[in-house]
Structures are given as structure tokens and as C-alpha cells.
């Protein structure tokens, strides 16, 4: 029965959909989370929430045909937020569980070719994410970055800071998705800022910031510009690489 | 009079941009003891600077004072140029301050000669030594070995390093000679020789006792300035191939000589050869990561690449025999080979055809650049089967490219 899914918005609350889509034999056309749905036109919706006796079922499914890395790519296509990914999750675990070999590698499949290219583009935006945050040190001794990714990447992102600035506290907050991770020289934490303190570009304040910080900002810019060889500038290229979307928060690009 | 930092910065940033060694890499180095900093062996580029070249570390000089007279380069010993040098503290704090803001992966340093090779060196492992024993800091660091060093030097240089290169700059001696007469090539090729063994062992070392400190973990690199003298494609290629084979060196990098000096040992050149510097790393890509042989990109009768097009599609229209190469059965090194087909096309390719047949569809999907793909493949779905002209298919490519190039600068 063709079918309109809302559901929590969670990866628990996709895997549960797709339990779902197999003992009730649903056929979705449209699978949205519940925020971007508050007043559906659509009387004949299923809603489903996250059950996790059901989520882990079909994980144990899925590492048994996938592994762990197979689920990593799922994970991905979730944080992407693409308007797609439940339909191309559902899809993707439907191949995977009625065939008989283990087709994550057979790129000719559609569905599994496009989890393969946003996975991709998840992992360009990571590692985007290493290279363009730029800590700002405060008064408070945190180093604190503001950051907006084209994707819900700042979770997978950490890790790395993590083991790099291990002396040091640090904040990344995602203007965007209204949240940060703070790292308080032992563990991470999620934090949500009901003052924040930034302006409205994204910019940190310069009143917060620790005294020394705006001439460290400086000698970064002047550096950037030494190192660049007139006789080659190529804006095109430069542009290619450091897109406009990110300038703000380099202040290689926002110092004049 | 003293100079701020800034001022250093600007002026030793600047005189070492020349060097075009990014590469943050290749190494692996874990912090320890809640220390700062970590190499995972990926390299990280933090920005791209007005040219388009990857920002991955602080590239500096720690002086440009230097008592060699190099035609090529802007610090020469007879230039008229602004002179600073940085302390052992500077240097310190710049890297650890920026690194603790996420601007760079660490720090590359070379260094003006004062004195002599090994004063010089000396000073620049002081710098890693105390980044690493008294900052506790695991980033990056790049150090330049000036030629003519002593084993003493280099063997405590690789215990603070992730990557060493002793820079040959003009790819024949005999060329050298005539445009920088301190320099020889046999004071390049000892120092690098010395760490191409102590590296090899270290790594032999490493298997048997985990325990045995890293030695230039990274392992080491070297640049050639192309276009400062006469060698064609061919012998700088040979060059980089033997440095790959019998040197075990990670990088060979290619610097399309900037004009910075008139000089009557130089060439007349306005601009700096940057097509031919892009076809070069072109024709390296093919010998590290595609399984050619130097012998099969350049040889007598075609000792410089074609600059119109890639190496790997000249290669191509050279050898029409070898082609169309069927998709479906070839071995993955022979659809390497095929242009408009990359590293990951390829190996899509070969994963997915165990399932069954592969379709043209299907490798335009995956990645595959078919305006040049689609004259030497085999693969059902083709809309044109592929005919091999070499005439033809390269005045089509050349002027495209013409096309796009006129529009690029229109």
C-alpha cells in the first residue's frame, strides 16, 4: 500500500521505518522527519518513532551482510540531510537484504552508487570541516570556532580535535544546527549556547577574545599573503579551493 | 635597527614561498602524554593562497641572509634585498601558535646559508628539537637539509622530522656549475643517499623492535627548478625516475622557474613555464600511482611532453595498437591506462563487474570522463563503438581544450 511515513527524525527512527516497511509491508512514497511535517495535508500518514528493540534488529541485520563500515556509509547518507536519504536508506537495506551475495560493491546498482557518492561528498565535507575551522582564543582560555557545514558533520569531525588538542579546551559550534562540542581537556560534550557570542556574520565577538588574539590573526594574514607567488595567482583555482561559503570564518579572507 | 615579527614573517615567508614542497603527509606520529598535535599520515591543506598552491604548513626561512650566490635565487649573496633573521623562540611560538588555531599541520623550514652546511643545519634541528622535547608537540615538521651535511646532522635531524629533502634544484650537474657555483650535485646526492639507508633501516628496525624511534618517519623529498636551464622533459623524468627507484624518495617536486633575477647565466623567460610544470607532475602521477614506466611517457623521439594535451592521452594516441580495451576482462592495470579513467573509476570498475556485464552508462556514472574515455573502450551500451584515430581524436581534444582555454581567458 503506497504510504506517507513520518517519522522521529532519528537514524534509530529510519532503521525502525524499515522494520516496519517489512512486517507491515509498507511501500512509502514519502518518508519525512516529524519537524518539516508539523500540519500534513495527508490524513492517510503512518508515524512511526524510534523503538530500539526494532532499530537494532535490522543493525544486526545489516552487519551481518555490511559490517560496521557498510553501517558507517548508512550513518553518513543520514547526516546529510539530503531530502532522499529515507528513501535511498530503505532502498539501499532492500537490496542488500533480499539478495543473495553481498552487493555493496556492485556500483551498476543505483541505489548503491549514490550511498557510494554522498558518502563521498560527506567525507570532502569532513575534511573540510579539519582544514577551514579556525580557533579564537578568549578570554577564558577556550579556543573557540563557529562553523556552519553544508552537512550535519560536526559529530563525525571531532574525533580528530580531539586527538590533536588534547591540552587545550575547545569549542566548534554549528550555527546552522544551533549546537557545539566542547572538549574540557578529558571528554566531549554536546552544548547548546543560550548566549551566544557571536555577531550576526558569525563572527566571535572581539570583546571575548583573549588580548593577544586579533595581532596572532594578523601575522596569519600577513603570512598568507606573503607566501603567495604574484607571478602565479590564479583566483579561479584559489576559488575552487576555498569556496565563498567558508571565507567568513577564515580570517585569512576576512582580515583586510 | 630590530624588526617586529611581522616584518620577519612578511620577509621570510616571502623569500621561502619559492620552494614548492606542501606535502604534510606521509607520516604518522601519535600524541602522547596529552601533548599537542597528531599526524595521521593524511595531509591536511588549511587554506589555498592567491595562486591556488595548498597552505598545509608554515613554510619559512629562518634566515635569508645567505653567503652563496645562486643565479636562480632571490637570496642570493650579490641581491639587494631586505634581510632578517628569526630567533629559535620565534619560531617555536609562531608554530605552536598557529597550530593550536587550526591554521597549519606544522611547520617547513629552510634556511639562507651562514657559515656553512652543517652551522645552518644545526640551527634549524635546534628549532625541532625543542618543538618536540620541550613543547611536547607531535605536528608536522618538514626540515630542509642544506647539501654538503655531515652524518651527524642528518642522523639527529630524523629523529625530530617527519620529512627531510635535500634540494637538487638544477637537474645537471653540469648545469649547476654554470648557475650556482658553491653547489655541487655530489653534496646533494650524499646527504640524500645517507637518508635514503638510515631510513630503510629504521623502517627494517621498526618491523622487529616497536620500541626503535622514528627516523624521518615521513622520509624525505627533494624539488628541480624547471626552466632555469636547457634539460628536456627527458632527462628530468629519468632524473625523478631513478630518484624514485634507487633513492626510495616519497616526492620528486618540479618549480616552473619565476623570473626573480636578470642574469646573463639564465635564460631570457617572461613567464614561468607553469604548463609544462602541470604536464610534469602529470607524467610523475603516471609513474607512482599508474604502473608506467618513465621509458613509455618520453624517450628519444619524443624527449619533451606534449603540451596540448595529458601524457597519459598522448600516450595513448602514440600506441592505437593497444587499444580499444575492453571493460569488461581487461586487468585493472590496462583500464588504468585507458584516458579519462582515474584511480577510483578503475576501481569501481573491477569491483562491480563480478556482478555482471558493466555498462557505458554505468562508467559515465562512477566518474569516468567519457569525452575521452569513449574512443578507447569496449563496453556495451556504447552510442558510437570506438574507432581508433589518433589524427582525429587528437585534433578533436587539442582544439576542445584550445576552446576551453580561450574561454577560460576571454
Redesign the interface.
Known amino acids: 500500500m503506497p504510504t506517507n511515513i513520518i517519522y522521529d527524525g532519528s537514524f534509530e527512527g529510519i532503521l525502525t521505518v524499515i522494520f516496519d516497511c517489512y512486517e507491515r509491508k509498507l511501500e512509502p512514497f514519502c518518508i519525512s522527519p516529524r519537524s518539516n511535517n508539523q500540519s500534513s495535508l495527508f490524513s492517510d500518514r503512518i508515524e512511526i518513532d524510534a523503538d530500539p528493540e526494532k532499530s537494532n534488529r535490522v543493525l544486526n541485520g545489516l552487519f551481518k551482510k555490511i559490517s560496521k563500515n557498510g553501517i558507517d556509509k548508512l550513518y553518513k547518507v543520514f547526516c546529510s540531510e539530503l531530502p532522499e536519504r529515507e528513501l535511498l536508506i530503505l532502498e539501499y537495506c532492500k537490496k542488500i537484504f533480499t539478495s543473495k551475495?553481498n552487493?555493496a560493491?556492485?556500483?551498476?546498482s543505483q541505489p548503491v552508487?549514490r550511498v557510494?557518492q554522498i558518502v563521498k561528498m560527506i567525507n570532502r565535507e569532513i575534511?573540510r570541516m579539519?582544514?577551514?575551522?579556525?580557533?579564537?582564543?578568549t578570554k577564558d582560555d577556550i579556543?573557540a570556532?563557529t562553523i556552519k557545514p553544508d552537512f550535519d558533520v560536526l559529530a563525525l569531525s571531532v574525533d580528530?580535535?580531539k586527538?590533536?588538542?588534547?591540552?587545550?579546551l575547545w569549542l566548534i559550534y554549528d550555527i546552522k544546527r544551533d549546537y557545539g562540542i566542547y572538549y574540557d581537556?578529558a571528554e566531549l560534550k554536546t552544548v547548546q549556547l543560550n548566549n551566544p557570542v557571536w555577531t550576526e556574520r558569525h563572527q566571535i565577538k572581539e570583546e571575548v577574545l583573549a588580548e593577544n588574539e586579533k595581532r596572532?590573526q594578523?601575522?596569519?594574514k600577513?603570512?598568507?599573503?606573503?607566501?603567495?607567488?604574484?607571478?602565479?595567482?590564479?583566483?579561479?583555482?584559489?576559488l575552487?579551493?576555498?569556496p565563498h561559503r567558508y571565507w567568513r570564518y577564515?580570517p585569512?579572507k576576512t582580515i583586510l | 635597527m630590530k624588526k617586529s615579527i611581522e616584518e620577519k614573517l612578511a620577509i621570510l615567508a616571502d623569500a621561502a614561498k619559492y620552494d614548492v614542497s606542501c606535502a604534510s603527509s606521509g607520516s604518522n606520529r601519535s600524541n602522547k602524554n596529552k601533548g599537542l598535535g597528531n599526524s595521521t599520515g593524511m595531509g591536511i591543506c588549511h587554506s589555498y593562497s592567491e595562486d591556488g598552491r595548498c597552505i598545509s604548513l608554515l613554510k619559512i626561512l629562518l634566515t635569508n641572509y645567505c653567503v652563496y650566490d645562486c643565479a636562480y635565487c632571490i637570496s642570493r649573496s650579490s641581491n639587494d634585498v631586505e634581510r632578517a633573521a628569526f630567533t629559535v623562540q620565534e619560531v617555536v611560538d609562531l608554530t605552536i601558535n598557529f597550530y593550536r588555531r587550526n591554521y597549519i599541520e606544522g611547520l617547513f623550514l629552510s634556511s639562507g646559508i651562514f657559515k656553512n652546511a652543517d652551522y645552518t643545519n644545526e640551527r634549524l634541528i635546534r628549532i625541532a628539537k625543542k618543538l618536540r622535547t620541550e613543547e611536547n608537540f607531535h605536528g608536522y615538521i618538514h626540515l630542509k637539509i642544506i647539501p654538503g651535511a655531515s652524518e651527524e646532522v642528518i642522523q639527529e635531524a630524523g629523529m625530530y622530522a617527519d620529512r627531510l629533502s635535500v634540494n637538487l634544484e638544477i637537474p645537471t650537474e653540469k648545469q649547476l656549475k654554470k648557475i650556482a657555483p658553491e653547489k655541487d650535485h655530489s653534496s646533494v646526492y650524499q646527504p640524500m643517499n645517507l637518508l635514503t639507508e638510515k631510513i630503510f633501516e629504521n623502517k627494517e628496525d621498526r618491523r622487529k623492535y616497536k620500541k626503535t624511534p622514528k627516523f624521518s618517519p615521513g622520509g624525505q623529498s627533494t624539488q628541480v627548478i624547471i626552466g632555469a636551464s636547457p634539460e628536456q622533459d627527458l632527462t628530468i623524468l629519468n632524473l625523478a625516475s631513478s630518484l624514485y627507484n634507487k633513492q626510495r624518495l616519497k616526492r620528486v617536486y618540479y618549480s616552473g622557474y619565476i623570473p626573480v633575477n636578470e642574469d646573463s647565466r639564465l635564460p631570457v623567460v617572461t613567464n614561468a613555464p607553469l604548463i609544462r610544470e602541470n604536464r610534469l607532475y602529470q607524467a610523475d602521477w603516471l609513474m607512482r600511482f599508474y604502473g608506467f614506466d618513465v621509458k613509455e611517457i618520453v624517450d628519444d623521439a619524443n624527449p619533451n611532453l606534449d603540451l596540448r594535451m595529458d601524457p597519459k592521452l598522448s600516450y595513448a594516441l602514440r600506441h592505437p595498437e593497444l587499444f580499444p580495451i575492453d571493460i569488461n576482462t581487461a586487468p585493472y592495470e590496462l583500464i588504468l591506462r585507458v584516458p579519462g579513467i582515474g584511480v577510483k573509476t578503475a576501481k569501481l570498475i573491477v569491483k562491480s563487474r563480478k556482478f555482471g556485464k558493466v555498462r557505458y552508462e554505468h562508467i559515465r556514472k562512477m566518474g569516468a570522463a567519457m569525452n575521452r574515455a569513449k574512443f578507447f573502450i569496449l563496453v556495451p551500451g556504447t552510442p558510437i563503438p570506438p574507432t581508433i584515430q589518433p589524427q582525429k581524436i587528437k585534433h578533436q581534444m587539442v582544439s576542445n581544450s584550445q576552446q576551453n582555454q580561450l574561454q577560460l581567458f576571454a
Open positions: 551475495y552487493i560493491n556492485d556500483f551498476r552508487l557510494q575534511h579539519h582544514a577551514f575551522v579556525r580557533f579564537q582564543k579556543y570556532a580528530h580535535f586527538k590533536r588538542y588534547q591540552d587545550q581537556k596572532l594578523i601575522m596569519w600577513k603570512y598568507f599573503d606573503s607566501t603567495c607567488i604574484e607571478e602565479r595567482k590564479n583566483m579561479k583555482l584559489h575552487r579551493h576555498v577564515l585569512e
